[in-house]
Every structure is written in C-alpha cells, then in structure tokens.
C-alpha cells in the first residue's frame, strides 16, 4: 500500500491576518486527513512540529515513502501584502513524478476553491522540501493567510480541504477514495482456507499475505465490495464475503 511523508508547516512566526498562525492551521488540515489517510490504507508519517524543516526533510529521507506532501498557506510580498490570493501546488521542475501529483491536487482543487481560475500547478527549482526529497514531492500554498477572505476560507473549510487533498491522494496512488470511517474489529470466515490481502480491490492484483480462519482483523474502510484491513500490521483490500 502507498505510503506518505506528511509535512505541515511549522512556521507558528507566521500570523493569519483573522488570528492563529501558519503552524496551526496547516497542523489542523493534517489532522483533519488523518481519518481518512487511515481508511485509504495510506500508511504516513508526520513531521515534528517542534523540528527544524532540515530535520523534517531528513526524517523524510530516513524512509522509503512514494510521496512526500508539504502544507503550507502564503503570504503576498510587502508591498502586495493582503491583496493577492489563490492556491499554488509547487513541484520539482525536475520530477515528473513531483509534476503528476501536482497537477492532479491542483485539479481537484479546483473544485473547492472559491476562484478556480486562481488555482495553479508550478514548477520550482529551489524549495528544499521539493529539491532535498529522496520522494517525489509537492508544497501545496492553500492559500493566502495575509489575505482576510482566503484565511477565512481556510479556518472554515479545514475538514473539505482535507478530503480533497486525501481524494488526490488516492488517485495520484492509483486506488479508490474511500470516505473516512471508524476502524472495526471484525473476523475472518472462510470455509476454513486463509482469506488474501490484496493490493488493490480486484482478484487479479498480487496477494500480499493471508489472514487465517478465524483471526481477528481490522476493517479501516469499504469500496464495493471490498475492505481495507489491516492484519497484524499487513495493510491490504479483502473481499468483504469473508469478513464478518
């Protein structure tokens, strides 16, 4: 299953023009994904908000991860200050890989976005947490915070921000969005053989392990006719026939 370097920002020197700060709400936003990171089966890991941004990008190449996502809201140069808005999704100029996921956030992005015409996906060559990643990564600008309209946009669509960013998520990992749910222990039961984990929701994708008769396993979320499980640690899909 696809795995994820969560990173928002930790800039609390940063104030929102309605109050709070950069840190806290970006913090907020990842809090708010996390449900459904989990009922995607997304395995993800979250920068310490008390680190540095070196110590965020080597905690991020201290790992394997397919993706490597940066949360942050902007602010208009001085002179400009509170009269730009809009959301830029920055990539790797050099990553095609940094290029695809962006290009597929600032699309769905669109979709939520007071101005769609002021959502834009932009290649860069000097952001650390773009340049410095051993995984493809993207910085996503939500939105002004020095701007009243787009900070108070983003204090009151937290939890639609988080969902879009999860849905494309999912579709930059090539799997179905599944809505947030609470995670269930359940059985599996099975005319006595083991029940496959799968890597995708389809009998023809590779079999990552077995659970056994019997066994205990956690329902994270469901498409179709599908779960997400978790067993014993092993994140997968199994046909929920055989889950009860």
């Not at 990842?30 to 965020?56: C, K």
């Not at 959502?119 to 002004?144: D, G, Q």
């Amino acid at each position: 299953m696809p795995s994820l370097f969560l990173s928002p920002s930790t800039q609390e020197f940063n104030p929102y023009v309605i109050g709070g700060t950069e840190e806290q709400y970006m913090n907020e936003v990842a809090d708010a994904m996390e449900p459904y990171l989990v009922s995607n089966g997304i395995r993800f890991t979250r920068n310490d908000p008390n680190a540095s941004l070196s110590q965020a990008i080597n905690l991020s190449n201290s790992a394997v991860y397919d993706l490597h996502l940066a949360l942050h809201s902007n602010a208009a140069p001085p002179a400009l200050s509170g009269t730009l808005q809009g959301t830029d999704v920055y990539y790797n100029a050099a990553g095609a890989r940094s290029r695809d996921a962006a290009e597929i956030i600032a699309a769905n992005f669109k979709q939520i976005y007071p101005d769609p015409s002021r959502v834009r996906a932009v290649p860069n060559s000097t952001l650390a947490e773009l340049v410095r990643t051993n995984a493809p990564a993207v910085l996503i600008e939500i939105a002004y915070h020095d701007n009243t309209e787009d900070a108070t946009w983003i204090v009151n669509n937290i939890p639609a921000i988080a969902r879009n960013l999860v849905q494309s998520l999912t579709q930059y990992f090539g799997i179905p969005f599944v809505e947030a749910q609470t995670p269930q222990t359940e059985t599996v039961t099975t005319a006595g053989g083991a029940l496959n984990i799968r890597a995708r929701p389809n009998t023809t994708s590779a079999i990552l392990g077995t659970a056994p008769n019997g066994a205990p396993i956690t329902v994270l979320g469901e498409w179709m006719d599908w779960y997400v499980v978790n067993y014993n640690g092993l994140i997968g899909y199994a046909f929920s026939e055989f889950i009860q």
